[in-house]
C-alpha cells in the first residue's frame, strides 16, 4: 500500500510541518505504543526543538481480531505537562476513539496546548469528530501491517504497509472467526 519511501517522505513532510509549527519552543511527545514505535523513532530524529518523550498504552485491537474491542489505555507514565506544548503521535486515526481518550487524558493535566499527529487516516472508519493536525496518509479501510503495526503481534518490522488478504485474517487454525 505505501512504500518505506513513500513513508519515508511522508514522516519528514509531517516533521517539517511540526517543526514549522514550533520552531526552537520545546515540545513534549507522547507516544502510543505500540504501533507507534517506528513512527515515533523516525518521527524525532527530524524534530529540532528540545524534546521530551512519554509514552502511554492503548489498545483496542486483540489477537487475531480486525475489529477493535474494549479501549485499555494506560497512561500511569504520565507525569505533568502543565503549562507545556504537546504532541500526541498515534500510528492510525481509526475510529477516533484512542485519540479522543488520549486527548481528554492529557487535556486534564492543563497543557499550554495539544495537537495530534498520526501516521495514517483510515478513510471512512472515524466513529468520533476529530481532526488530527498533522496526517501523513490518507488510507482505504482495510487491515494494515508493517511500520509498527500488527496483526496478532506479527509483521511490525516491515519497512512497508502492506493490506493484509482475507485468507491471512481468517485462518483455519480459528475456524476463520477471528480469536479477542
Known sequence: MLSADQLREGVMRMAGQINQRYG??????????TGSIVLLADLIRQLEMPLR??????RSYRGRSIAPGPL?????????????????VDD???????????ISLVD?????SVR?????????????????DWIGFDIPNEFVVG??????????????LAALEP???????????PRA
Open 147 to 160: 511500520y509498527g503495526l500488527d496483526y496478532d503481534g506479527l509483521y511490525r518490522n516491515l519497512p512497508f
Open 116 to 132: 495530534v499527529a498520526v501516521l495514517l487516516r483510515k478513510v471512512g472508519r472515524q466513529e468520533i469528530v476529530l481532526e488530527p
Open 24 to 33: 526552537r519552543r520545546p515540545l513534549t511527545i507522547v507516544g502510543v505504543l
Open 53 to 58: 518523550i512519554m509514552l502511554v498504552q492503548a
Open 108 to 112: 486534564a493535566t492543563n497543557p499550554a
Open 92 to 102: 492510525i486515526y481509526d475510529t477516533g476513539r484512542t485519540l479522543e481518550e488520549l
Open 167 to 177: 485468507a491471512e485474517i481468517q485462518s483455519p487454525a480459528n475456524d476463520g472467526e
Open 72 to 88: 485499555y489505555v494506560d497512561a500511569s507514565s504520565l507525569v505533568d505537562l502543565r503549562g507545556q506544548d504537546v504532541l500526541i
